[in-house]
């Protein structure tokens, strides 16, 4: 296990097109999570699962954003009708759920660049 | 609602200085404070966290829950320090919460 993958590095699309981004966790964690990151800023939160339950989204999650991870594995983040301001690093992390303070394991991030 | 505020967006030390990252945060409950660093062209990772009062690559950090703090320090800098420091928050859920970051520059 290599650690968290995303895929693709970088995607750059026209508005109004759909992009969706793929992430494959560490294999023993039970929680996936995605993060916004925009230049100056910290990573946002997104949304979270734990297997395959989304538990959480924020509110930053507009209606054209959906998540899914199928069968608790990998997860899919689709953005439809992408925006000018939905450029930015979207980042895929993977923990384990017991709280051990162990952190997050990242991945290296999907840079979307919408023209 | 948690919030981590890091006052400092660029810090320039020289080599062999001393360095303090500074970190606030505020959360109702009883949370788990990180520090996360991206090195140039690398991958958020994490550096250190609280409860393992560890000192990793000469950082060190102490909670201080009296002034809401979890500064990050470091007697002498080193060139190879030079990087985005992010200071992060977990509460309850075990979901983080990121500060803006510190860009740190190290220079010789």
């Known amino acids: 296990d290599t650690g968290v993958s995303q895929n693709p590095r970088h995607k750059i699309t026209k508005r109004g097109q759909n992009v969706t981004f793929r992430c494959d966790p560490i294999?023993?964690?039970?929680?996936l999570y995605w993060y916004r990151q925009t230049l100056g800023q910290g990573p946002e939160f997104l949304t979270y699962?734990?297997?395959?339950?989304?538990?959480?989204k924020s509110r930053l999650l507009s209606d054209r954003f959906s998540a899914e991870r199928p069968k608790g594995s990998f997860s899919t983040l689709e953005i439809q009708r992408t925006e000018q301001g939905d450029s930015a690093m979207y980042l895929c992390a993977s923990s384990l759920r017991d709280g051990t303070g162990y952190g997050y394991t990242f991945g290296s991030g999907t840079r979307l660049t919408v023209v | 609602a948690q919030r981590v505020t890091q006052p400092e967006k660029l810090l320039s030390v020289f080599k062999g200085a001393p360095v303090e990252l500074k970190c606030n945060y505020s959360y109702s409950g009883s949370p788990e404070l990180f520090w996360y660093v991206q090195y140039s062209r690398q991958r958020l990772q994490l550096l250190l966290r609280h409860i393992s009062r560890e000192s990793i690559k000469g950082f060190t950090a102490d909670l201080n829950k009296g002034e809401t703090s979890f500064h990050l320090k470091k007697p002498f800098a080193q060139e190879e320090d030079s990087a985005m420091y992010y200071c992060?928050?977990?509460?309850?859920?075990?979901?983080?919460?990121f500060g803006a970051g510190t860009t740190v520059t190290v220079r010789a």
């Open positions: 699962f734990q297997n395959e339950a989304q538990l959480e």
């Open positions: 992060a928050l977990s509460g309850s859920d075990y979901k983080l919460s």
């Open positions: 294999s023993e964690h039970n929680r």
